[in-house]
């Protein structure tokens, strides 16, 4: 079962905006390496920052 995702799939897995994706990437230094990111390091990243996409902090 593969793991790495393009932002593209990984936002359709996740209901979260390509763009999110991409933000937490480079936000929480999230590799993207040939243009796929580690699902399961992505996940793991934005559990322990709480979840959040950035929106509460515009708030």
């Known amino acids: 079962m593969a793991n790495h995702f393009t932002p593209e799939e990984l ?3 996740l ?3 390509r763009e999110e994706i991409i933000r937490v990437c480079v936000q ?3 590799p993207i ?3 796929k ?3 399961s390091l992505f ?3 934005l ?3 709480g979840g ?3 929106r509460s902090e515009a708030a």
């Open 28 to 30: 929480e230094s999230i």
């Open 37 to 39: 990111i580690d699902k």
């Open 43 to 45: 996940q793991a990243q």
């Open 33 to 35: 390496y040939h243009g």
């Open 15 to 17: 209901g979260i905006p």
């Open 11 to 13: 936002s359709e897995e």
């Open 47 to 49: 559990a322990a920052s």
């Open 52 to 54: 959040s996409t950035g």
